[in-house]
């Protein structure tokens, strides 16, 4: 049973266009959640966190909102650009306890 | 240093083969981890050490076989795996715990004939 989804597997975006992946988690268990971005035969490289305590958190390009009510969590990206073109994976966690699961992943492009 | 290094990056095996998979950090960090990856599916975590403890095993069969010889390397042991165990291998360290900001290896990419 997947605890975390990403509905939509793929988005496509012009450059400088807003970017906005959608995540959801069915475990209110959950308290912290994180963004991942893989490339082709890399790992995923951390991009932003969010504790259950906050709605939002901004890091650059990168803001990442949650509804804890919806159980949901988006990631937007100001302005798009060619290089995000990568796979996405929301990550929800118990800071507590020994959870962690990656959602299913949307596949980004940004076209130039 | 902020990378973890994984050898070898592909490993093809046949089902009567003995092989290990090797993770290595320098980042001070104290948790490693290892997760399998099919295609077009998510990382699925697989086994976690803390202080070189064992603290989660997510029912991970016995032909998979982890080892965390010190803070800083973290081997998994193959044996009589199966062809659906073919996958990309990935390992991750943070600095304490699960929820922490982890950092990933490239992966090693096995094949089971």
């Known amino acids: 049973d997947q605890q975390v989804k990403q509905n939509s597997p793929s988005l496509s975006v012009q450059e400088g266009r807003i970017s906005i992946l959608n995540c959801d988690y069915t475990?209110?268990?959950?308290?912290?959640f994180l963004w991942y971005k893989k490339y082709p035969a890399e790992g995923p490289t951390f991009l932003i966190s969010?504790?259950?305590?906050?709605d939002k958190n901004e890091d650059g390009r990168f803001t990442v909102f949650l509804n804890k009510s919806a159980k949901h969590l988006s990631l937007h990206i100001v302005p798009s650009q060619p290089g995000d073109s990568a796979v996405y994976f929301c990550?929800?966690?118990?800071?507590?306890?020994?959870?962690?699961?990656f959602g299913t992943g949307t596949s980004l492009t940004v076209i130039p | 240093d902020t990378e973890v290094t994984q050898t070898p990056k592909h490993l093809v095996m046949g089902m009567t083969n003995k092989k290990s998979l090797k993770c290595e950090q320098h980042?001070?960090?104290?948790?490693m981890y290892w997760y399998k990856q099919k295609a077009k599916k998510p990382p699925e975590l697989m086994f976690v050490?803390?202080?070189?403890?064992?603290?989660i095993n997510e029912s991970v069969p016995s032909r998979f076989s982890p080892e965390c010889p010190n803070s800083s390397l973290l081997n998994l042991h193959l044996h009589a795996l199966q062809p659906e165990d073919s996958a990309l291998y990935l390992c991750?360290?943070?600095?304490?715990?699960?929820?922490?900001?982890?950092?990933f290896g490239p992966g090693t990419r096995l094949t089971v004939l």
């Open positions: 991750a360290s943070s600095q304490l715990r699960l929820a922490n900001e982890q950092f």
């Open positions: 475990n209110s268990m959950f308290d912290y």
């Open positions: 969010i504790s259950s305590i906050k």
């Open positions: 990550a929800a966690s118990s800071f507590t306890g020994n959870q962690f699961y």
């Open positions: 980042m001070g960090h104290r948790a």
């Open positions: 050490y803390s202080y070189e403890k064992l603290s």
